[in-house]
């Protein structure tokens, strides 16, 4: 096993906003922890307001379980969870945070295992093909599955994708090349299996500097909310963060 020095060295990078295309890992400032919970937020509350009572599995970060993570990346991840559950509200009867299984070696050298460095969801090359069906075997009753580690690379080789609708699938600031681009989501939300995507505003800051408030105008003013009814209309006007 390769020593932890060359992990926490990948996180600190990742965590300056030094490694490129890995800037989602970034710390939150001191000032305040909504910012991290604002894009998360807006996924819950849309999740709430066309599903309500659905039980929801979220798909976390695993190397924000790790001893060797800095801890500004660990409260990070925590407040993304936060901002979910937040806009689940109290109408989900059940919200679970599991970590996915990586391929071996991944854990001690992701850097290895990213053959596109410009992805923001590095952790899509690192998951094994059937970790999200190992979760969802443990959890067979949930109704949503929420990835906040993007889409996994081997995505169209899951049984649990590959199932009709349930469980729905909402991502949070993915790689949409791992759909196929347009066609694959605009076919994935006409199928029911995708329920919602959150995207970075394009114009916008990557980091939101200042949140008041968890509320739809704040969340509106820094991401985009994709579902099966605007979908089209946001890739006419921003294909690029298709093919990103």
């Not at 060295?9 to 989602?24: D, I, M, R």
């Not at 003013?221 to 990103?244: C, D, P, R, T």
Request: hydrophobic share 40%; no cysteine; glycine share 8%.
């Amino acid at each position: 096993m390769k020593s932890p020095t060359r992990l926490v060295v990948f996180l600190l990078l990742v965590g300056l906003g030094l490694a490129p295309g890995y800037w989602y890992w970034i710390g939150p400032s001191l000032d305040s922890h909504r910012k991290d919970r604002l894009g998360p937020w807006g996924l819950g509350h849309e999740l709430a307001t066309r599903f309500p009572g659905s039980r929801v599995l979220i798909i976390s970060n695993p190397f924000a379980a790790h001893p060797d993570t800095p801890q500004a990346i660990k409260v990070q991840e925590e407040d993304r969870i936060e901002g979910v559950k937040a806009g689940l509200g109290k109408g989900s009867p059940f919200v679970k945070v599991v970590y996915p299984e990586l391929k071996p070696g991944a854990m001690e050298d992701p850097r290895s295992f990213v053959l596109e460095p410009g992805t923001p969801t590095p952790l899509s090359f690192l998951v094994t093909t059937n970790a999200f069906d190992r979760l969802y075997e443990s959890h067979p009753d949930v109704d949503i599955i929420v990835s906040l580690i993007g889409i996994p690379l081997d995505l169209d080789q899951s049984a649990t994708w590959k199932k009709p609708e349930r469980p729905r699938f909402a991502f949070f600031l993915p790689d949409l090349r791992f759909l196929n681009g347009r066609p694959g989501v605009e076919a994935a939300f006409a199928s029911g299996k995708l329920a919602a995507v959150v995207l970075n505003r394009p114009g916008t800051a990557a980091e939101v500097q200042q949140v008041r408030r968890l509320d739809e105008k704040t969340f509106s003013n820094h991401y985009l909310l994709m579902h099966e009814m605007n979908v089209s209309q946001i890739a006419s006007q921003w294909g690029a963060l298709f093919s990103k």
